[in-house]
């Protein structure tokens, strides 16, 4: 049976959209458990949303819609949490939501255990508290008076409330930190141990009284469990701790890994290595800290109104590429500063000049010097050795960045070797030996089947990062299932000798600058248009008028013979009608900014018929065409009223 791997991300608050910081996280998660099941393990990769709190219930209430709806839109509506994971091609094995039945009784069940076990009493909570955050700070822990975390107002707080003891663990908590791996990188653990630690570890509210979105304390009515405390013990939920959904605590328990951003590092190792404590479970093995992804130098947030949307990068650029980049330019232990020019140009370096060209070049030489099929003759050279050396230990370098969750390394391991591969072309002269192919076949059929299985190899270890791109690089170098395994990644040579390659699309399109970014800007722009309230429709009504008046207006359907742009007018259309009566009508309607003559003609419209004829332009007009008239984000539109072509002409409108 295969070793088992627990990986997780954070639960993701579904108070807003996601942007480009959350993804980095889920992608980073991603990319490890995919590289876990090459490896052969049995992964079990949990992502979810948090569900609970204060903020979410505020939010609901300006929307005017109850706490479920608001976070079902935004969790499983359309381009929501769901939707993105799919787009980013993220493969969870399980999503867990905290309002889940299972999970919120586990909850009630995990809150009177440690409640029992004498580790949550009853107590007065008198202190600060951050909404935005969630989070109650004493006096001691702000800084200039505001949320040491995000910087903004508190407010006072007092309410019965319970508390978890979590000085009672403050020693333990402080070895576990010390004088082991258990957080990583080691740089976060002195700011927890200096910053949390040391300045004595105080017991933590766990309960609130002023609210009720959240799971209700069985035993006393009124509180509701601190959303952190929910949010933690999904981990285990998700697994089947204290419910019977599912049967796989034992075996993925505890987690090999969460991932989480550094700002929550906080909860991860020193509350919840407590909590963990209480109930009597195993700790997770490690608590994995990452940096930032920054706009301008701060963090990205809707508030601040710079968030950036990872719908709009993928769909420009293709979600395999959006991936790379995440992982490739930035450390995963530190913040880095996010921008659009450093994502084209990461597209374009490493992936169109680099990977792109290597693959394009070597089989459009497979099939031009050998039809695409390489033969089974070989000639080795010294020449080959530095390449075929550095190909062989590509993935023990690889595996040990990976170990570290060091992508960013990882990934320049593979990107040596492909730079060292374009290099060996340039070395070995291809086209040279092709001239004589009698004398250099054999050579340069190695030369080629050398170069395919660089590309293959990389290919192997790039799989978790660009899994959808590597299946195409794999159909085009005639890699089949059997050599894109961890094993083959390791043996030079796992290619038949007689290769065939198929020549396809380019698999990474060189980015135009300009073009992209300006393709951005339009997209940012029509996404925020598509934000504001969709119609403005004028809220002044018509004053009423009789039947009898409205009755006298001659209504009816109208087919177009005929429309031309009236000369010297910008404005109006000549329409030329069958208005059923035999006699051919003309109506002048200005509508020029809103249809091209030619495409109306034929449509069926509806036209007021009794108005006495006017002259417009030297042209008369007899009648009127209707249409719906209304403003979007402030730019008046018009449709005219389109009937059913079914509808013969003179039919009465009423
Ligand atoms: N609900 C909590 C997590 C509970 S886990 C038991 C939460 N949710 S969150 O939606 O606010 O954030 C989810 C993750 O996204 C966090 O790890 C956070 O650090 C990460 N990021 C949010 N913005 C980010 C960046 N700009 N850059 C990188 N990660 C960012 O916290």
Not at 32 to 39: G, T
Not at 184 to 211: A, W, Y
Not at 238 to 250: I, K
Not at 521 to 530: G, L, M, N, P
């Amino acid at each position: 049976m295969s070793e088992k791997f627990y990986i997780t991300t954070p639960i993701y608050y579904p108070s807003d959209k996601l942007h480009i910081g959350h993804t980095y996280c889920t992608v980073a998660t991603d990319a490890m458990a995919r590289y876990k099941r090459l490896q052969g393990y049995d992964v079990m990769f949990l992502t979810g949303t948090d569900e609970h709190g204060q903020k979410i219930e505020d939010r609901a209430k300006e929307a005017g819609v109850t706490p479920q709806a608001f976070v079902d839109k935004i969790v499983t509506g359309p381009k929501g949490v769901v939707d993105l994971w799919k787009l980013m091609n993220i493969s969870n094995d399980r999503f867990i939501r905290t309002t889940d039945g299972y999970h919120v009784s586990a909850i009630q069940k995990i809150f009177k255990k440690m409640h029992d076990n004498g580790d949550i009493y009853k107590g007065k909570y008198v202190g600060k508290y951050c909404k935005p955050c969630e989070s109650f700070w004493t006096e001691s822990q702000l800084v200039d008076g505001k949320c040491p975390d995000c910087g903004r107002e508190v407010q006072d707080a007092e309410e019965e409330a319970y508390f978890f003891r979590l000085s009672k663990y403050a020693d333990r908590v402080q070895h576990l930190l010390e004088d082991t791996d258990f957080l990583q990188p080691r740089s976060r653990v002195h700011e927890m141990v200096n910053n949390f630690i040391k300045p004595g570890l105080e017991d933590l509210c766990v309960s609130r009284t002023s609210f009720t979105w959240g799971v209700p304390v069985d035993f006393d009515p009124g509180h509701v469990v601190y959303v952190w405390v929910d949010a933690l013990f999904n981990y285990t939920t998700a697994l089947g701790y204290q419910n019977d959904e599912y049967q796989d605590f034992d075996a993925f328990w505890p987690a090999d890994v969460h991932f989480v951003g550094k700002e929550i590092v906080r909860f991860h190792s020193i509350s919840w290595p407590a909590m963990c404590w209480s109930v009597g479970i195993p700790l997770p093995k490690h608590v994995f800290g990452h940096g930032w992804l920054l706009l301008d130098g701060g963090k990205m947030s809707k508030s601040k109104g710079n968030v950036v949307d990872p719908y709009i990068l993928a769909e420009q650029f293709g979600t395999d590429a959006l991936r790379f980049f995440l992982l490739r330019t930035f450390p995963f232990g530190s913040d880095g500063n996010f921008s659009n020019e450093l994502l084209i140009n990461t597209i374009n370096v490493d992936l169109a000049n680099d990977l792109g060209n290597l693959v394009s070049r070597t089989t459009a030489m497979v099939g031009k010097y050998f039809g695409g099929t390489l033969p089974a003759a070989r000639q080795a050279d010294p020449l080959d050795d530095d390449l075929l050396a550095q190909a062989s230990a590509l993935r023990g370098n690889y595996e040990e960045q990976m170990e570290k969750y060091a992508f960013q390394n990882a990934l320049a391991e593979v990107f040596k070797v492909i730079s060292r591969a374009n290099k060996y072309i340039d070395e070995t002269m291809p086209w040279v030996l092709s001239r004589d192919m009698e004398a250099n076949g054999a050579r340069l059929a190695t030369v080629m089947y050398n170069l395919l299985e660089v590309t293959r190899i990389c290919g192997v270890l790039l799989q978790p990062f660009m899994p959808e791109r590597m299946e195409r690089l794999f159909a085009q170098i005639g890699a089949d299932e059997g050599v894109r395994t961890w094993d083959s990644a390791a043996r030079f040579g796992a290619l038949p000798a007689e290769v065939s390659v198929v020549k396809g699309e380019n698999l990474f399109p060189r980015v135009d600058v300009e073009q992209a970014l300006a393709a951005l800007d339009a997209a940012a722009e029509a996404a925020k248009r598509a934000a504001l309230p969709p119609v403005e429709v004028e809220p002044q009504l018509e004053e009423s008028v009789d039947f009898d008046t409205f009755c006298s207006c001659d209504l009816r359907a109208v087919k177009v013979k005929d429309c031309q742009a009236v000369k010297k007018s910008n404005k109006l259309l000549c329409f030329t009608l069958d208005d059923g009566t035999g006699t051919d009508r003309q109506i002048l309607s200005g509508i020029a900014a809103y249809y091209k003559p030619e495409e109306l003609i034929g449509k069926t419209l509806a036209a007021i018929v009794n108005l006495p004829a006017r002259k417009m332009m030297g042209k008369e007009s007899c009648g009127m065409l209707l249409s719906a008239v209304h403003t979007e984000h402030g730019e008046e539109k018009l449709h005219l009223l389109i009937l059913d072509d079914a509808i013969p002409a003179g039919a009465k409108v009423c």
